[in-house]
């Protein structure tokens, strides 16, 4: 008979930040046996988990199937070397053409990385709030903005350490002028950091084709698809405004960033 395994949970379960993130599509690849794609998910995935421990990152993780789970210490830079990660994986998953889904919650856990073990209330709300994301995008507990501040504009400044557009910085979404999508939840902003890499082994165009291919296929993903075409846009669009009016900046990154908010605007 093997061994029990006694995870003492009463003295064990401690409050963290626990991100579930979850593969939109991955049943339509495995039930089309799209081997490409899967190992090209697999493959990202394990590299940027591994780098993580190569950096002695605080930051643990659990990979099950077509979901994601990291677990972060409680404070500030703990949360947000956290949200860096995530955006890290949504942009390079992003450039392989696979979107993500999720949400980040707080709250008691115990978790045993050798063996792939996670229970407590703060995973279970996190895997409970990764449906009500809806789109591609990972949205962050709004019972978490009261560990850093009393509103959203005070939590916003101590994540992002500004209000303003930081590029690099902008680790939480805040609607602009530009914005076409709803303001119904707090997440994690992953546009920016795509939209400004010049250099980002084509990303932006992986982007435009992750879209243009899903887009008109079926009325049950159009929804999610209009809403990461409406994203980018206000990220394109955000981004050149800034470059070229307030830092009377203009190149030929900043005469690409037009040409992809024409395509966008044709979708």
């Not at 993780?61 to 077509?66: A, E, G, T």
């Not at 932006?204 to 243009?212: A, F, G, H, V, W």
Request: hydrophobic share 40%.
């Amino acid at each position: 008979m093997a061994n029990e395994i006694k995870l003492n949970l009463k003295e064990n379960l401690e409050n963290r930040f626990v991100a579930f993130l979850d593969v939109l599509g991955f049943s339509d690849l495995v039930s089309k046996n799209n081997v490409e794609s899967l190992e090209s998910y697999f493959s990202k995935i394990t590299g940027v988990l591994e780098s993580l421990k190569e950096k002695k990152s605080k930051i643990y993780s659990l990979s099950i199937s077509d979901s994601i789970i990291l677990i972060a210490e409680p404070g500030l830079d703990s949360f947000r070397e956290l949200v860096t990660a995530i955006r890290t994986i949504q942009s390079q998953l992003l450039y392989r053409k696979i979107i993500l889904r999720g949400a980040v919650s707080y709250g008691p856990v115990f978790y045993d990385q050798e063996r792939n073990i996670i229970v407590g209330k703060g995973y279970i709300k996190a895997y409970l709030l990764e449906a009500q994301a809806i789109y591609p995008r990972v949205i962050i507990d709004p019972a978490i903005i009261k560990l850093f501040g009393k509103d959203k504009t005070t939590f916003i400044k101590h994540v992002n350490t500004s209000i303003g557009y930081t590029f690099e910085k902008r680790l939480i979404y805040c609607k602009s002028e530009f914005s076409r999508i709803q303001d119904d939840a707090i997440f994690i902003d992953y546009a920016n950091k795509i939209v400004m890499k010049e250099k980002l082994h084509g990303a932006d165009s992986k982007t435009y084709q992750t879209i243009l291919e899903n887009l008109y296929t079926d009325q049950k993903v159009f929804s999610k698809y209009i809403w990461l075409r409406d994203y980018f846009l206000e990220s394109f669009k955000l981004t050149h405004f800034i470059l070229t009016n307030e830092l009377q900046f203009n190149n030929e990154h900043t005469t690409k960033i037009s040409k992809w908010i024409e395509k966008y605007e044709r979708l």
